[in-house]
């Protein structure tokens, strides 16, 4: 017999790659962090000697989501500006107040309530985009979650960097830190079209592709910002990154709210990817990814949370069943979408948006061990005539029992092994008083 | 010092009605299954003595949630009709199942699960549309639930009734026998435009004349209900309703897809109600209910997760939620409907669409004791700058701590208290494997 660390048994297995029937009674053998073998449970106990051996009856076990774009530390935010459109959101809500609060410490605080939230709702790897991007680094590496963080970059000085030369200088240097990191990687992320000047993203581009790294960016988030390009530059947001030679394979096109037939024929020749995130599009009045349209030209579609000052959650599974609902509604053909696609893009299309294909996304031999189990024996869930309908659209992310990052089994009965959760709640609501009292912070 | 059974003190109180801002630190004092006061906290502990005080420190406070429309045995298909629309949905997947395998039994397990899963998740009074009304009712009021039964009338022979006249005795019977009773009531449920003729209209509706009884239909669901109505009426279904007479305050109008301004005056000059089943809509691919439309024209909105097999669960907080993300996506006007709107449609509203908005649906002295209680302090939820966004769009049902009908604490502690919840998952279980395996029922 073979010796490996952990053996995970459950009821249901949805290993999302390769693609087939949901698997029952089935077991993930894990050894170093990764998975060996997913096998039926008999063959796994005559053929391995565990170390530790985990029994999920009622469960169904699957690779960990992936928040493929997100603003972690703006769970610092949550609630904070409602029933407001994407522009007041962003330029009268939102930037006063990031102007104000945001340091170190912000970032921190954010950044550890987000990764508590996540591993709960058996998320276990999430794209970034914030200031400070070395805090959440830290914060992820630290706390046992996967991350790729944005090297964020955007014209105007912040209290992190004055411009351009700036921000790329101390993104390159956070790139350079983790090279090789097993958890944490990086992606260039300039902000989005109407904060990023032509000669920055020219040069993003050549680092880009020297370096092999994605560029993930905001793109046709609003109607504002199509509106705004055609001022500025006579162009559509994703024309002008098409002649500045950016639509290309690298690129991760986040939000694509509006788009035209000429969009979505520039993604698909581009090779570029999407990341729909239907809650914020939604609730800011932004309208919807045509995801069925995408997906029909190949274009692939990962989902996002986005930060939880939009949304207000970073619930990838339920924005799995948005996007289900989204895509029978909008398009008046249900099964457009089926909860297997829905599955796929929450999970292995988010790992290849964050460059993470090949360690991540799916249970596949080779792979990090980042997977998360959902307990389906609840009223609200049961029966169970199809487990894939069901994960979707009877499910709660709070119904996670169990998620694994990289083997380390980071979240069980009930509790966040690797960081003191009550102390990060007292901080985060340390940080809403202060934020609503609206004394203090830089600008004093 | 005054008595009281109970005093439950939580961190904020949503009232719903009177309308306000959030109660922080406020109690509800209840005796006798009825509210007596909701007040602070303070207040409450100098004024009554209660032989039971419970403190929530972290939790919000609320009227239990109304499910305006639901079929509550479908929780037995949950997941079994998947990715086809509406018309092959009912015609050949639903109905088939139907007439083989429904019998007192299985309306009776399927109701207990559905019992449990909406206890669990703040629900505390449903309106049930479903053979075998008489089991319902029973089933609801053997558990302590709070539910609105209707008396379902179609043409057609069923194993419960032959034809629109034993239907309708049967109803009467029913509404005798539960008249007067705290939990259980009685609407007239023609079940759809396509299944009751006009003769049987006609007589329901002097019948609800007569007896006051609310008119619970659905209505415009999907184009092809429309569609078949202009074929064999020359009408649409509403203008048909309205010459039949039955487009008066009683009517209750569930889904509401297909919506011209013509129906929207006549329901608004009717009087009517809608409910809005968010998630089974959007998912059979019928489109939306124009809900923002209709509540600024003052046609009152409730909310309604219809039957477990189309949407797939029967959780109110996300049909909230859905209906928010829905109503500001679709108007491009966020706060179109806002936090505090979403809720009222989730309670008041569905208590006046039941005929039950003077007993419940809000926390007001004299009502019912129908109240929920729910932990924001998880990483999820936290910290609250708003009360109600965080309610409506950062929380899910499974964090619903508490759950009182009539005053009494149905749901506590992770405990249903008045059901076998195991038995009631393994009866319905059975039902799963008999249903898939495809053997047996009324048609061998």
Known sequence: MESVDTLVCARWVLPVEPDGPTLADHAVAIRAGRIVAVLPIEEARTRYRADESIE??????????????????????????????????????????????????????????????????????????????EIVARTAAELHMRASVGLVVVESATRWASGPNEYIEKGLALRDEYRGDPLVSTFFAPHAPYTVDDATLLRIRRLADELEMQVGMHLHESAWEIERSRELHGLR???????????????????????????????????????????????????????????????????????????????????????????????????????????????????????????????????????????????????????????????????VTDTWVAGRHVYAEGTLRYLDESAVLDRADAWRARIDAGHGGSDE
């Open 237 to 399: 947001p994703l024309d002008r990154l098409k002649k500045l030679g950016l639509a290309n394979p690298l690129l991760v096109a986040v939000h694509l709210t509006q788009v035209e037939p000429s969009d979505v024929d520039c993604l698909a020749a581009a090779g570029a990817a999407v990341v729909h995130c239907p809650q914020s599009n939604l609730k800011l009045g932004n309208g919807a990814c045509p995801a069925t349209e995408l997906l029909e030209r190949g274009v692939p579609v990962a989902l996002g949370t986005d930060g939880a000052a939009s949304n207000n959650d970073l619930d990838v599974l339920s924005e799995m069943q948005t996007a289900g609902f989204l895509a029978s509604g909008i398009t008046g053909r249900p099964g457009s979408l089926v909860s297997k696609d829905l599955l796929r893009m929450a999970t292995l299309e988010g790992a290849r948006a964050l460059g993470l294909g090949d360690v991540t996304g799916s249970l596949e031999a080779g792979k990090w061990a980042d997977l998360c189990c959902i307990d389906l024996r609840v009223p609200a869930s049961w029966p169970v005539h199809d487990v894939e309908a069901t994960l979707v659209y009877a499910c709660s992310a709070r119904q």
């Open 56 to 133: 999920r009856a009622h469960h169904v076990l699957l690779p960990g989501f992936v928040n493929a774009h997100t603003h972690a530390a703006m769970t610092l935010l949550r609630g904070r500006a409602e029933n407001v459109s994407f522009g007041p959101w962003l330029r009268e809500a939102i930037w006063p107040i990031e102007r104000r609060w945001v340091d170190p410490e912000y970032v921190r605080d954010g950044t550890e309530l987000a990764i508590a939230e996540m591993l709960r709702a058996g998320v276990t790897c999430f794209g970034d985009m914030h200031l400070w991007p």
